[in-house]
């Protein structure tokens, strides 16, 4: 199957007209976005529902507590008493496990003492009432603030440290910062010498105020446009909604799904998996997300994750491997992401689930999380060739939903 030109241009209007919303998480311009794209689908002929939650994204904010506060706990607890050094134990040891669910947003443990800001989601529902499978299509609607760690040249130097796409998660660092710190403090609580300790915790103590300090930097920087990451998806859920509006699939219901505060750290999946986890089950979902689609070549994530690596769900791994074993996607392959998506979110829920998102040639992300994320940088083939792979998917999960 062969997509026309007037979805590619469809796609990549869509795509300006959301760059002109500073679409930061859980800001004003996030919510503007979000209705803009339920007003999009109303013209094609769905009821959208706006479903409000809370969440407090600032995620440099919260972990930057997290580094903070497992030095100060070091510094200030690892002398005195031993009740004081116990006590140093037991909050560093917290806040090591707090910044490990919080990165892989399994959990939000610190997170849950900031204060909460209004978000939104947007669900549009393509109703099928004799369907035997759900699809979720998925993108986000919000933008990332820049920082240090996203410079291009900065992060194109570490990408290229790692040419066969072997990049460790991105968070890795931090966590050993954080649990170099809890080891140390586990061992004066038990009474070993104080230079024993020490020598355990120099890492932890240099790698925490450096990422403090990269925390305190992202805060600084403004929303960056977000054109691939992630209107480019939002703009192919809208396109994909069009299509299959117009031709509804035989054998499955789908939901398009656009989701806020993704860039917080998964904040608006969580929130549409509390809501809908009762209605999702039993009806064989499968949830395909759709991630910076205008830069380079389509891949999908095989396994992602901020500090541990999880490997996605083998039904849904295998469904995408076989698509792209047809001569038509030859070029698509599965890839180790060093970060994750709302995919993983849904994962985690049990649920089948995979991102498709595009690689620059090299395996380079271009423009991510920066001022140069904007529309004239969009790849227009690489959207058509993702919009391609994304249809031969849902062809395949409405195939299987014969079953």
């Known amino acids: 199957m062969v997509a026309s ?6 796609i990549q209007s869509d795509i300006e007209a959301l760059c002109q919303f500073e679409r930061g998480s859980a800001s004003e311009g996030e919510r503007e976005a979000a209705r803009w794209v339920a007003s999009s689908f109303k013209e094609i002929g769905l009821e959208p529902e706006l479903e409000d939650f809370d969440f407090y994204p600032d995620y440099w904010n919260v972990w930057g507590a997290h580094m903070l506060g497992s030095l100060g706990a070091w ?45 939104v989601n947007v669900v549009a529902k393509l109703s099928n009432p004799q369907a035997q499978r759900l699809l979720v299509v998925s993108a986000h609607v919000d933008a990332a603030h820049a920082g240090l760690l996203f410079q291009p040249r900065i992060l194109g130097w570490a990408q290229s440290r790692y040419p066969k796409g072997d990049m460790p998660p991105a968070l890795i660092l931090p966590f050993r910062a954080l649990t170099s710190l809890a080891a140390a403090s586990v061992l004066r609580a038990i009474g070993l010498p104080r230079i024993v300790a020490k020598t355990v915790a120099l890492p932890g103590v240099l790698l925490s105020a450096i990422t403090a300090g990269l925390m305190a930097d992202t805060r600084l920087r403004s929303v960056a446009p977000g054109a691939n ?37 998964e904040g608006g999946i969580h929130a549409f998996l509390e809501q809908h986890h009762t209605e999702l089950e039993g009806r064989r979902p499968f949830f395909l997300n759709l991630e910076m689609l205008g830069s380079g070549r389509p891949v999908y994530s095989q396994a992602e994750g901020h500090v541990t690596t999880f490997q996605m769900h083998p039904a849904a791994v295998s469904l995408l491997a076989e698509v792209a074993q047809e001569p038509e996607f030859s070029i698509v392959e599965g890839v180790t992401l060093p970060a994750q998506t709302d995919a993983l979110a849904a994962h985690h829920y049990g649920f089948p689930a995979i991102t498709v998102m595009s690689l620059a040639p090299d395996g ?14 969009i790849d227009g083939a690489s959207l058509e060739s993702c919009y391609r792979y994304l249809r031969r998917i849902i062809q395949r999960v409405d195939d299987e939903g014969a079953g």
Do not use: M
């Open 364 to 377: 380079k992300f271009r423009h991510y999380h920066w001022a140069s994320d904007t529309p004239e940088n």
């Open 75 to 119: 510094l200030l607890l690892g002398r005195g008493g031993r009740r004081r050094r116990l006590l140093g134990a037991a909050v560093t040891s917290f806040l090591a496990a707090s910044f490990w669910g919080d990165a892989n947003a399994r959990f939000y443990w610190l997170r849950r003492f900031f204060p909460t800001r209004p978000s």
């Open 5 to 10: 030109a007037e979805p590619q241009a469809r």
């Open 229 to 265: 990451d992630d209107a480019s998806g939002v703009a192919t859920v809208l396109a994909l909604a069009r299509e299959l509006t117009a031709n509804p699939p035989k054998n499955t219901e789908v939901w398009f799904l656009v989701t806020g505060c993704e860039e917080g750290i």
